[in-house]
């Protein structure tokens, strides 16, 4: 029993899971073993990114030192001065490592890469959709824009019915790495990002010419999501979603991705002269509240609850009591040790704390009007970045970062929590060769 506790309970003791109060058991000896928790070990994949001579991000091995090239980093200085850096001036230093980090994992032609590291150098069009988003929300539409027409040439190279592969290789073929299959949320989350860039791009001719390139992916993107939609339930056809894992029911994962999608893209059709969405919102809606309603579980008559509850809140969704709710128990069955949240209540006990699904919940709390959570989910997210300052996919139990760092989703929805949060100027941040260590 090396390393197991043992808890003794002598004649009259209440065992384990016995109720106070509960008869005395009649025992003279006792002994319960409890096994410690083992908790997953993972490496640091890199300390971050640097941007090399051709404008292309290099990972910086852990421990080691490296620097942008000198006039990509010049570049890059003036790419942010054109923006602004969201977030009260405490997170300054925060939002800038984000953008900085966000540019360099933005390849040219709009390639949105989740990572530079080998098994996250792909287009996931989920992550795409979040940087897009950010990047028109720090004053960069036209790179937002850019990400957006991308994906739409993507969506456009394969015959899956115009629903997104669940990532693609970066080399704008279409290619997909591996057999995970078509994953139908990303289309919701595509659609979400156009209305994004849309709210903020200069009104204009020039606007206008694009949203006009951007036609395709949005009515084949409606198109997907209405053709893979049960009528009589509202509910869409089984689908992997953010899990990545085959699934033989539909998930709250791509049912709450979907209506968020089709509930932001109205005044962009509106301006397209294409029909409306209303019936879909309707029906979408109607899958969430009798399918999932009133826990919002991860699949319609269980428990578990998992991020996507996060989905259905602001700044995705109107605000719902019931929703509001099942958020602050799903975050609570999500806490782990080092103080993050891992993806789902039901998720694996290994300690990890995953810091996209921790920055969901604080992007959604700050739209809530909940900023003490939020700057609290921020402030952890702070805390736990690589050395040279890149946010990582992964915290382990004892509070080291790890897996792959910088994360491209993460970034963006830190961006946007700081960008609801307010504040923030244009170009307040102090240009240096490389950035200083933490």
């Not at 700044?315 to 103080?339: C, I, K, L, N, T």
Request: proline fraction near 9%.
């Amino acid at each position: 029993m090396a390393g197991a506790l043992v808890v003794l309970a002598g004649a009259g003791a209440c065992l384990p899971g016995q109720p106070v109060g509960h008869p005395a058991v009649d025992l003279s000896f006792a002994a319960v073993v409890v096994d410690p928790p083992v908790y997953a070990e993972i490496d640091l994949y890199s300390d971050g990114v640097v941007i090399d001579g051709s404008g292309l991000p290099q990972t910086v091995p852990v421990g080691t030192a490296a620097a942008d090239h000198p006039g990509r980093r010049v570049e890059q200085d003036a790419w942010l001065a054109g923006g602004t850096v969201p977030g009260p001036a405490r997170y300054a230093d925060l939002a800038e490592h984000a953008l900085r980090d966000l540019d360099a994992l933005v390849l040219p032609g709009g390639v949105a890469i989740a990572g530079a590291t080998d098994r996250w150098r792909y287009v996931w069009p989920r992550d795409a959709s979040f940087v897009a988003a950010a990047l028109a929300r720090t004053g960069h539409p036209t790179d937002a824009h850019e990400v957006l027409a991308h994906l739409q040439t993507l969506q456009q190279l394969r015959s899956t019915g115009g629903v997104f592969e669940a990532r693609y290789t970066p080399d704008g073929t279409g290619a997909v790495p591996d057999d995970r299959g078509p994953q139908l949320d990303g289309n919701g989350w595509v659609l979400w990002a156009v209305a994004q860039w849309y709210a903020e791009a200069r009104p204009g001719p020039e606007r206008r010419a694009q949203l006009e390139g951007l036609r395709p992916l949005v009515t084949t993107s409606v198109a997907a999501i209405r053709a893979n939609l049960d009528l009589l339930t509202g509910l869409p056809v089984a689908y992997p979603d953010y899990w990545e894992v085959p699934e033989s029911e539909p998930t709250l994962g791509t049912l709450a991705a979907l209506l968020l999608g089709a509930r932001a893209i109205g005044p962009v059709l509106q301006t397209l002269g294409e029909p409306g969405v209303a019936d879909l919102v309707a029906w979408l809606d109607q899958g969430a509240k009798e399918g999932f309603s009133p826990r919002y579980p991860r699949y319609p008559g269980e428990r578990e609850r998992d991020t996507a509850v996060a989905f259905l809140m602001p700044p995705f969704a109107p605000p719902d009591d019931a929703v509001e709710r099942a958020w602050a128990e799903a975050a609570a069955s999500m806490a782990r040790p080092a103080g993050g949240l891992a993806p789902g209540g039901g998720w694996a006990a290994d300690g990890v704390s995953w810091t996209p699904t921790t920055a969901v919940f604080a992007l959604t709390a700050a739209a809530s009007g909940q900023v003490d959570q939020a700057e609290s989910w921020l402030d952890w997210l702070d805390a736990h970045r690589t050395p040279r300052g890149a946010l990582p996919e992964k915290v382990l139990a004892d509070g080291s970062p790890s897996a792959v760092a910088p994360l491209a989703w993460t970034c963006a929805l830190v961006l946007l929590t700081l960008d609801e949060l307010g504040g923030g100027s244009s170009g307040a941040w102090t240009s240096a060769a490389a950035p200083a260590a933490r």
